[in-house]
């Protein structure tokens, strides 16, 4: 008994020793972050990125679940900042996270960013490097408890140890007998301080290596998995602590009930299990979700997104293209869910916020990234806006990336909803489905833009027949033209231009005797599409003439005669 007094004596006077201005118990802070009041069966969980700056797929992915299951029940859905890594820190990451997640209607209810200490927002602070001291008073209650101790091992050694374990063929880390720091004196660590020798604070792990915890995953069910039996570092040489350590006390503290990651951290979850239990704290649930696959045409199989090879996995690049938020919405939940398809499509007027989401439906294989369907989901969804929902998403895409463009293409509002309601096919039986995403869009319409210098050269479609034959067709035409004429006083017109000039103005006729002609009606008004857009392939012709106005269409014509 002695022994185990003399032993947690040393332990208490260890804490003492390392961290001798803290002051504050586990209980202060118990105390000061209670738990929640919120519905029951609501839900709080988080996005927790690094603030590197990049934000990819991954990230929407799994904040668009995490905002669901929060928001379905009445729950927070909030924002930390894990910035424990100095060297990978991005200055305006945090706003840049906050707009790219608003961008796509994603919206936080407290966290980083938002102003700690604000009404709504009392459990922070949201940064991890601001909670220091916090974490700090969990390592003391640790070490005074015999779970942590100070490693003064220098990186020459570790990996000297590394190596000994690699040409051995064992399991390689700080542990069992390779823990060279777990055992040292009360006295023996006094004297290393003293000697100005740098340490860090590690677990002294409880694990063995023929244990075994039974983990129960949200979304991939049952899974077993070994005990965790390395000292893993708990708090680096600045005092800064781990990811491992600072995120268990953070999620504990700011009362998180589920944790939605990417599937990569499931090798994590004996460390975090570990560390849950020895901090007396009830882990959340955890639901490690699908990696995103793509299909490789080069081996014929599936493969993970790439940052390297993959451009489509920044989320940057849906944001510079200008898709649409809602569209990406549509298209992750039919990934994260297996039923919101055949939901969607059988309540398509329904707000996508109603569909009842599960984590239960969440795909527990790899969700296969088809840029196709998305595209396909997008012609759809972009259909059924109004032309003035339309004008209004494209006007602020373009006025944040073609400022100068913009005040062209938005310079005669009516002119722009007449070009809408023509693409979208407003008014017709059956809605047209020609845009993707803002980018697309303006190809689509460029024609109907004139723009001084190179920004005017747009690459035109070839005339099938020469320059006697075009020049004769675009005098003609000018010279019948009255803008008055409905369209078919103005197509009857393009068939006397075809019989003036030896073209069939009856299709019958030219399928019948085509050896008698030059061609037929259609290619005379493929000549006079041309000459006024550029292109041989076009929407309704004379609805163009009567969107764009008669002097740029006469001015077009001029200028290619």
């Known amino acids: ?44 969980t988080r996005m927790a990125p690094s603030p590197t700056g990049f934000m990819h797929l991954g990230n929407l992915y799994s904040a668009l ?17 894990e910035d424990t890594d100095e060297k990978r820190k991005v200055d305006g990451a945090v706003e840049t996270i906050i707009n790219v997640m608003r961008y796509f209607n994603i919206e936080f209810d407290e966290g980083a960013g938002f102003g700690d200490g604000t009404e709504g927002n009392t459990y922070g602070p949201y940064f991890q490097r ?84 039974i983990f129960k995953d949200s979304i991939k069910g ?12 708990l708090l680096k040489k600045d005092g800064v602590p781990t990811y491992h350590f600072a995120h268990a006390i953070d999620d504990h503290l700011m009362r998180t009930t589920m944790v939605i990651r990417g599937g990569e951290w499931l090798a994590s979850v004996p460390i975090h299990y570990e560390l849950f239990h020895i901090l ?105 806006l109004s032309e003035h929902e339309m004008y209004d998403f494209l006007y602020g895409w373009a006025s944040e990336h073609e400022p100068e463009k913009c005040k062209t293409w938005f310079a005669d509002k009516e002119k722009m909803l007449g070009i809408l309601r023509l693409y979208m096919g407003i008014g017709m039986k059956r809605r047209r489905k020609d845009f993707i995403y803002a980018r697309q869009v303006f190809e689509l319409i460029s024609y109907f833009f004139d723009f001084e210098g190179e920004e005017g050269q747009q690459e035109k479609d070839p005339f099938r027949f020469g320059n006697d034959i075009v020049k004769d067709v675009l005098d003609e035409y000018l010279a019948s033209y009255n803008h008055n004429d409905d369209n078919s006083e103005w197509f ?70």
């Open 1 to 44: 008994m002695d022994n185990i007094n003399n032993r947690n004596n040393d332990f208490q006077k260890l804490a003492d020793l390392l961290f001798p201005d803290v002051v504050n118990t586990p209980d202060y802070y118990e105390e000061k972050y209670p738990y929640r009041k919120l519905p029951s069966k609501a839900e709080v």
């Open 65 to 81: 679940a995490d905002e669901r299951i929060a928001h379905k029940k009445g729950g927070v859905f909030y924002l930390r900042i």
């Open 130 to 213: 601001q909670r220091v001291e916090i974490y700090h008073t969990y390592v003391k209650d640790l070490v005074a408890k015999g779970l942590a101790y100070p490693c003064f091992c220098t990186e020459e050694e570790l990996e000297k140890t590394r190596q000994k374990q690699d040409a051995d063929k064992i399991l390689t880390g700080y542990y069992g007998e390779y823990a060279t720091c777990r055992n040292l004196s009360f006295d023996e660590i006094q004297e290393n301080i003293k000697a100005g020798k740098e340490y860090v604070i590690r677990l002294r792990s409880q694990g063995s290596p023929d244990g075994e915890i």
């Open 222 to 233: 049952e899974v077993k998995l070994p005990e965790n039996i390395h000292d893993i570092v």
């Open 280 to 384: 007396g704290f009830k882990m959340p649930a955890y639901g490690h979700t699908a990696l995103l696959m793509k299909f490789d045409e080069e081996t014929g199989g599936k493969r993970k997104l790439s940052k390297r090879k993959d451009p489509e996995l920044s989320l940057d690049y849906y944001r510079k293209d200008g898709y649409h938020p809602y569209c990406m919405k549509v298209y992750l939940l039919t990934l994260l869910n297996s039923n919101f398809e055949e939901w969607h499509e059988k309540f398509p007027d329904k707000d996508i916020n109603e569909f009842p989401f599960s984590v239960g439906k969440m795909s527990q294989s790899g969700a296969l990234f088809d840029k196709d369907k998305l595209h396909n989901i997008c012609k759809n969804e972009l259909s059924a």
């Open 492 to 561: 009857n017109k393009l068939k006397n231009i075809a019989d003036k000039f030896g073209f069939a103005s009856d299709m019958k006729a030219y399928k019948k005797e085509p050896e008698k002609y030059k061609g037929n009606v259609s290619d005379i008004a493929e000549i006079i599409r041309i000459a006024i857009t550029g292109r041989a392939n076009t929407p309704d012709l004379w609805a163009i003439v009567h969107v764009m106005g008669e002097e740029q269409m006469a001015g077009r014509i001029k200028e290619i005669i």
